[in-house]
């Protein structure tokens, strides 16, 4: 677990990510069991049947997340020079093109079953000797679910995924803590039936699906941009990482640097720095470029590439660190 690609985690972050990995685990297994106590209660509700998929599918970003983390503590090869730090990002992509592409179905199959006026059902079953209506059961379970996702792993997985600057885990928790939304919606769906509103079902299920396509559109743009090199941000994509002004201002501290710049990538949870230096005189010794990057490198432990180039005049298209759009 210490090993991540060419350096080891500090202290910190090798606790966060042992953490975050215990918590992926626990969701999936919680996951699997709200899956299997949903699937008895379903019915006819189109809502509830959106919010099951929904269940199944929120099981991709632990998966990649799990997967992805026993390639990027592999050190780099001649044939993987950068390290495989991609693979977070990749995994982040897979995710979220299945949640996009599910999410447009069930949509279409909502508003099908809207345009056909379809009058779904919820019959009755016996518990202990009674007759209930199944409707009730359907409540009480998205009730109880939605405990987890809320409450209780969505809330530790937002703590430690600025930690560990990991945006797949930061959209596994922002998903979990929106779950109340799918929850809400499916109870509001079984009500309509029972009230005998059918269409309300299927506008509960359109809602539901309509958030998994926000999902899916969020998590495949985030993973996109950053697998094309965007300009480094930060965890929750808000603004630009701060790391880069700071490699700048390191730079321009020093006495043999006239002005400097940097370009910074992100190459899933750890940076590639390439930076630019004007020298104020003619020659630079090889000790001063390799003290800048060794400086650069102490600044944070999400820097594990760094090259120093001496330059006459800067390139165009770099942080300069004045820039923060």
């Avoid at 500090?10 to 999936?28: N, V």
């Avoid at 209930?132 to 409450?151: C, H, K, N």
């Amino acid at each position: 677990m210490h090993q991540f690609g060419r350096t080891d985690l500090p202290p910190e972050q090798f606790t966060a990510l042992r953490k975050a990995t215990w918590w992926e685990c626990f969701t999936i297994a919680y996951t699997a069991v709200t899956i299997l106590v949903v699937a008895f209660v379903v019915g006819n509700s189109q809502a509830m049947r959106t919010a099951w998929i929904e269940d199944m599918l929120s099981l991709l970003p632990q998966l990649a997340f799990l997967t992805a983390l026993m390639f990027v503590r592999r050190s780099p090869t001649k044939k993987h020079p950068y390290g495989m730090h991609r693979a977070m990002g990749v995994g982040h992509l897979v995710a979220g093109v299945a949640l996009l592409a599910v999410g447009v179905n069930l949509a279409i199959e909502a508003v099908t079953g809207l345009v056909a006026g379809d009058h779904p059902t919820i019959g009755t079953v016996r518990v202990f000797g009674q007759t209930v209506w199944l409707g009730w059961l359907m409540i009480a379970v998205m009730a109880v679910i939605v405990v987890g996702p809320v409450f209780i792993y969505g809330p530790a997985k937002a703590k430690l995924a600025p930690v560990l600057h990991n945006k797949l885990l930061y959209a596994d928790a922002d998903m979990a803590k929106a779950d109340w939304q799918t929850n809400v919606a499916s109870i509001v769906g079984v009500l309509g039936i029972g009230l005998g509103v059918w269409w309300l079902d299927g506008v509960a299920a359109l809602f539901i699906s309509l958030g998994i396509i926000w999902d899916g559109f969020r998590n495949t743009k985030g993973a996109v941009l950053d697998l094309m090199d965007q300009r480094a941000r930060t965890f929750d994509d808000k603004a630009p990482h701060p790391l880069a002004q700071g490699a700048v201002d390191l730079l321009r501290s020093r006495r043999w640097v006239e002005d400097a710049a940097v370009r910074m990538r992100d190459q899933g949870q750890v940076f590639h720095i390439e930076a630019f230096v004007v020298p104020r005189r003619a020659k630079v010794s090889v000790d001063e470029i390799e003290d800048a990057a060794r400086a650069i490198a102490a600044l944070d432990w999400k820097v594990q590439d760094i090259v120093v180039v001496p330059v006459s005049a800067l390139p165009s298209a770099l942080d300069t660190g004045r820039d923060e759009r």
